[in-house]
């Protein structure tokens, strides 16, 4: 699916561990890795030569793990040269940084550079957050789960490449909402009762994960969805989160906080969006 992978590079080192990740994945998908920096207007001539030296410096490493590397370097807005870059050498996927300012603001109004590329490339984007700076070799990769899923096989594939690429254990996870009755307030089913009700979605992403012959272990639990997450990544002490996000919730977005949300403010470790082209 992913043939040719690239990486946003600007001068902050949140960019180049995002970087890292891209690379990796490239590697576990045979893909080509580009390597972009764009010096943008009121950038100085030294916060971009740090820019420069950090894409040199990933495609040296890349070449080392045999991976096809190139770096490109432009001057304009930076969401307006990746998109000239995505169309001309047909790019899959692109990978970017959060900064602060990603945090304390919705995803999709106008603002970094990061929110802008998630809404506006026509290819899959992966938003890094990078919380612990030397953790960027995942051993157990948290992966929450929707009762509806967008785009499940290109979800499934990102989320094996990144097992296979580190040698990760996978931990799915879902939230629900407990059951209530009329005048008895909330019923908490059983592990076995929850088993029996997962929903399609999650059956069928489970059924491509299995494909790519990557094992995992399942949890469903009872409660709201972004704070159970942030609580199952700290207290089981997981290195990365997966998630998803669809072009279909700008609206959502833009309406109310969402889980995905939620978790960018409050995520204990590591955590990649993945928006799938659309």
């Known amino acids: 699916m992913y043939r040719k992978v690239l990486a946003?590079?600007?001068?902050?080192?949140?960019?180049?561990?995002?970087?890292?990740?891209?690379?990796?994945l490239a590697r576990?998908?045979?893909?080509?890795?580009?390597?972009?920096?764009?010096?943008?207007?009121?950038?100085?001539?030294?916060?971009f030569e740090l820019a420069r030296e950090a894409a040199k410096r990933l495609q040296?490493?890349?070449?080392?793990?045999?991976?096809?590397?190139?770096?490109v370097f432009e001057t304009g807005d930076p969401v307006e040269k990746i998109r000239a870059i995505v169309q001309a050498h047909g790019i899959d996927l692109v990978f970017t940084a959060t900064r602060r300012e990603d945090v304390k603001h919705r995803l999709i109004k106008g603002g970094t550079t990061a929110r802008r590329l998630l809404p506006?490339?026509?290819?899959?984007?992966?938003?890094?957050?990078?919380?612990?700076?030397?953790?960027?070799?995942p051993h157990e990769i948290l992966v929450p789960l929707k009762r509806r899923i967008d785009h499940i096989p290109e979800h499934a594939e990102f989320t094996a490449l990144l097992a296979k690429a580190f040698e990760?254990?996978?931990?799915?996870?879902?939230v629900t909402k407990p059951l209530k009755k009329f005048f008895h307030g909330e019923k908490h089913l059983t592990p076995v009762e929850w088993e029996e009700k997962v929903p399609p979605d999650l059956s069928r992403f489970i059924s491509h994960l299995d494909g790519f012959g990557v094992e995992h272990?399942?949890?469903?639990?009872?409660?709201?969805?972004?704070?159970s997450i942030a609580i199952?990544?700290?207290?089981?002490?997981?290195?990365?989160?997966?998630?998803?996000?669809?072009?279909r919730g700008v609206i959502d977005y833009l309406l109310r906080r969402t889980p995905v949300e939620e978790v960018l403010r409050e995520t204990p470790?590591?955590?990649i969006i993945l928006k799938p082209e659309e």
């Not at 984007?125 to 070799?137: D, Q």
Request: some cysteine; proline content about 3%; aromatic content about 2%.
């Open 8 to 24: 946003a590079v600007n001068e902050h080192v949140n960019s180049e561990v995002a970087a890292r990740y891209a690379k990796h």
């Open 28 to 47: 576990a998908a045979g893909a080509k890795l580009f390597l972009c920096s764009v010096k943008q207007p009121g950038q100085t001539e030294a916060a």
């Open 60 to 71: 040296r490493r890349a070449r080392e793990l045999d991976i096809e590397a190139e770096c």
């Open 120 to 137: 506006g490339l026509p290819c899959s984007v992966a938003l890094v957050r990078v919380v612990h700076m030397g953790r960027i070799h």
């Open 168 to 174: 990760a254990r996978v931990h799915l996870f879902h």
């Open 217 to 227: 272990e399942k949890r469903l639990l009872p409660g709201t969805a972004g704070k």
């Open 232 to 247: 199952e990544a700290a207290s089981r002490r997981r290195d990365l989160i997966i998630m998803g996000a669809s072009g």
């Open 269 to 271: 470790c590591n955590l």
